[in-house]
Every structure is written in structure tokens, then in C-alpha cells.
Nanobody, 118 residues
Framework: QVQLVESGGGLVQAGGSLRLSCAAS????????MGWFRQAPGKEREFVASISGSGSSTEYADSVKGRFTISRDNAKNTVFLQMNSLKPEDTAVYYCARRGVTGQYGYWGQGTQVTVSS
């Protein structure tokens, strides 16, 4: 059973930074693409960023390009999301997820709250 545990969320002022971490269980972490998603109150969950198993390929939502950076440390089974220049509209619960061979994200963490005050 794969377990994903996010940490690093909190309250920050607009313009500030936060770094989220997601620790994964299992011995094949580097085989899988990992993603970050977020869900704001009253809104659907949306894609934020993803990274290939090797870390060589990344993707970002237009809304976070140039401000957020996804990275991973396969030796520590951990994926990160560095968030800079935060805006109030970035306020959401942030989830990390593992993408399976089918292309679907099948494993999810419990989420970590990020609140950006204006």
C-alpha cells in the first residue's frame, strides 16, 4: 500500500514563500510521475504541477508558472513544491499524488492547508 504524507503548509502573507514536502512509502518511488494538486473552498480540485520519475521533465499550470517549482529527491522518496510570490488566490488544500502506469493519479495524500493573507 502506497502512503503519501504532505507537510509544510501554513499561513503566509501575500508575496511570501512556502515549501511543501510529500514523503512517499515504497521502494519504487523513482518509477512514478508525481503531481501536486490543490482544492480551494467551493472549487474543484485542480492540477498544479507534476514531475517525471527521474526529475527531468516537469509540467505546471499556467497560474503558477514562474512562481512554483516542483522537484524530487528519489533517495529520500520525497517530492517538493517550492511556492514563491504567493497570492491570496493560491489559498487551498494542497495534495500530492502518484500517477500510475495507466496515466491516472491513483494514490493521494491527506492534504496540507496553505492560506495566503492579503
Amino acid at each position: 500500500q502506497v502512503q503519501l504524507v504532505e507537510s509544510g503548509g501554513g499561513l503566509v502573507q501575500a508575496g511570501g514563500s512556502l515549501r511543501l514536502s510529500c514523503a512517499a512509502s515504497g521502494r519504487t518511488f523513482s518509477n512514478y510521475r508525481m503531481g501536486w494538486f490543490r482544492q480551494a473552498p467551493g472549487k474543484e480540485r485542480e492540477f498544479v504541477a507534476s514531475i517525471s520519475g527521474s526529475g527531468s521533465s516537469t509540467e505546471y499550470a499556467d497560474s503558477v508558472k514562474g512562481r512554483f517549482t516542483i522537484s524530487r529527491d528519489n533517495a529520500k522518496n520525497t517530492v517538493f513544491l517550492q511556492m514563491n510570490s504567493l497570492k491570496p488566490e493560491d489559498t487551498a488544500v494542497y495534495y500530492c499524488a502518484r500517477r500510475g502506469v495507466t496515466g491516472q493519479y491513483g494514490y493521494w495524500g491527506q492534504g496540507t492547508q496553505v492560506t495566503v493573507s492579503s
